[in-house]
């Protein structure tokens, strides 16, 4: 088994985070299923919405690929000489870059036996939902629909981009709580309240409680095993360290990023000039 040098979420693994973020999803929703009520079932969902370039992060998905072949009449070598043509320059005419449409996948616990009511939904969240753009206009929307409904929401928010304070209920975090990563839970019974998992960047990631029915005990969702298998199984092994993380870490993480890195053979990383 190949292990990531952090403890908890490794936070290279953020650059490939669609890769990552679908891997667990799919995993956590096998994590669940076995533990639910017979009439309850974990299925993934996706929410699609359009974005131009101020909510994209990452690899655009490329419809075309340009790929350079030999030269015909070569083996590699030198090519053979042709007789070039020089044809008359033609300007071309220009129209907008259309935008990208995205999907985002994301958990929902229904019940069965009440004509597939959704009990919960489980959301992993992405830069493009914390970021400027139809990407957080679209999750607004569904999390509002979780509001109004009254339907128990899980955030898990395990990116470093994009402000989370735009998208999750933090007013009543005290500072001294704040952390790298958070989960937030929202429920509704026995009585509405809101409850937090601050993760530091050295921890492990905690085992959360995931509410369901009134009628139902919570069922956990083991977070680490997620990441483990998703980076085991994503072949990422092979991830850079020696590339400045971005956004940047604050000072009280830098010494000790550098010092597990240093302890795992891992070469220091080139401070950005």
Not at 35 to 42: N, S, Y
Not at 166 to 181: F, G
Not at 244 to 270: C, M, N, V, Y
Request: net charge negative; proline share 10%; with cysteine.
């Amino acid at each position: 088994m190949s292990n990531s040098p952090f403890p908890g979420m490794d936070p290279y693994l953020e650059r490939f985070w669609r890769d990552v973020h679908h891997r667990m999803v799919t995993y956590a929703c096998d994590q669940i299923q076995p533990r639910l009520a017979p009439e309850l079932r974990a299925r993934m969902e996706e929410r699609v919405f359009v974005t131009g370039d101020e909510g994209l992060i990452g690899h655009r998905v490329p419809d075309l690929y340009v790929v350079e072949y030999p030269p015909r009449g070569s083996a590699g070598g030198t090519a053979l000489a042709v007789e070039e043509r020089v044809d008359e320059l033609v300007e071309p005419f220009t129209v907008p870059l259309p935008e990208v449409q995205l999907t985002e996948t994301y958990i929902e616990i229904i019940d069965a036996g009440s004509g597939n009511r959704v009990v919960t939904v489980i959301e992993f969240l992405s830069p493009t939902n914390k970021l400027p753009g139809d990407g957080r206009r679209e999750y607004l929307r569904k999390r509002a629909e979780c509001h109004q409904a009254r339907v128990p929401l899980v955030e898990i928010d395990l990116t470093r981009q994009g402000p989370r304070h735009e998208v999750l209920p933090l007013r009543s975090i005290p500072a001294r709580h704040d952390a790298t990563y958070l989960v937030c839970v929202q429920r509704y019974h026995p009585q509405h309240r809101l409850e937090y998992y601050p993760v530091p960047l050295a921890s492990r990631l905690p085992a959360i409680r995931i509410p369901l029915r009134p009628q139902d005990r919570d069922v956990l969702l083991r977070l680490q095993g997620l990441v483990d298998q998703a980076y085991e199984n994503g072949r990422y092994d092979d991830l850079d360290y020696t590339e400045p993380l971005s956004p940047p870490l604050e000072a009280d993480e830098s010494a000790w990023f550098q010092q597990r890195l240093q302890s795992f053979g891992k070469h220091e990383i080139t401070p950005p000039q």
